[in-house]
């Protein structure tokens, strides 16, 4: 089992309720068992955890999810594996994509 999947099912055994989070970064593309075998060999020592605008108000005051993610903290602890960074989604801010169409030159103003 790789270190991600081992942080997220610590956690997912801790949470006493289903709670919606979504996970970036190395982490994302090793719980991807489409991805995770084109990873070999990579490791990652914390997962990053985005909560979705939708769910920020109830994660927030969520004492189970806080109470499950310092658990699985404590737990994973010896082992040097932690879950992190956690962070709103409208705090998590990502650059546009390269443009795929071809830019026209600067014009001078009359």
């Not at 610590?10 to 919606?20: A, F, I, Y």
């Not at 989604?89 to 546009?96: I, K, M, S, Y």
């Amino acid at each position: 089992m790789n270190s991600a999947r081992l942080i997220a099912e610590t956690l997912d055994r801790h949470l006493d309720q289903k709670t919606e989070i979504v996970v970036f970064g190395s982490a994302a593309l090793l719980l991807d068992p489409r991805i995770e075998p084109l990873m070999d060999g990579r490791r990652t020592d914390d997962i990053d955890v985005v909560i979705p605008n939708d769910h920020e108000m109830a994660v927030d005051t969520d004492v189970g999810f806080w109470s499950a993610i310092e658990a699985t903290n404590r737990e994973l602890d010896s082992l040097n594996l932690y879950i992190s960074h956690i962070f709103a989604e409208r705090q998590v801010v990502l650059p546009a994509p390269p443009s795929t169409t071809k830019s026209e030159p600067p014009q001078k103003r009359p």
